[in-house]
Nanobody
Framework: QVQLVESGGDLVPPGGSLRLSCAASESIFSIYIMGWYRQAPGKQRELVAASTSGGNTNYADSVKGRFTISRDNAKNTVYLQMNTLKPDDTAVYYC?????????WGQGTQVTVSS
């Protein structure tokens, strides 16, 4: 199965920026969907952004215009650039990959937006 490792989470003030990274154990070129989800305490895990191998992207309405998902196939890594962060963005962010009918998850990285 695909192993995913997230990194880049941190404590940042409102209005700040972070870039999350998700390193995969195999080529992401052949992975149909790479995505980012987040889960805040007491809330359901929700889709933040997703990218398909065909180049399509999808974002939650709450992050459109602020977050960007991108792929670096040479590094087997997916990124989530997060700008203009808000306190409501505070959550554990999880990388996921969809391959051949299976969904794979990383362990998550904490993002805290606070003064």
């Amino acid at each position: 199965q695909v192993q995913l490792v997230e990194s880049g989470g941190d404590l940042v003030p409102p209005g700040g920026s972070l870039r999350l990274s998700c390193a995969a154990s195999e080529s992401i070129f052949s992975i149909y969907i790479m995505g980012w989800y987040r889960q805040a305490p007491g809330k359901q895990r929700e889709l933040v952004a997703a990218s398909t191998s065909g180049g399509n992207t999808n974002y939650a309405d709450s992050v459109k215009g602020r977050f960007t998902i991108s792929r670096d196939n040479a590094k087997n890594t997916v990124y989530l650039q997060m700008n203009t962060l808000k306190p409501d963005d505070t959550a554990v962010y999880y990388c996921n990959a969809v391959t051949g009918g299976r969904t794979h998850w990383g362990q998550g990285t904490q993002v805290t937006v606070s003064s």
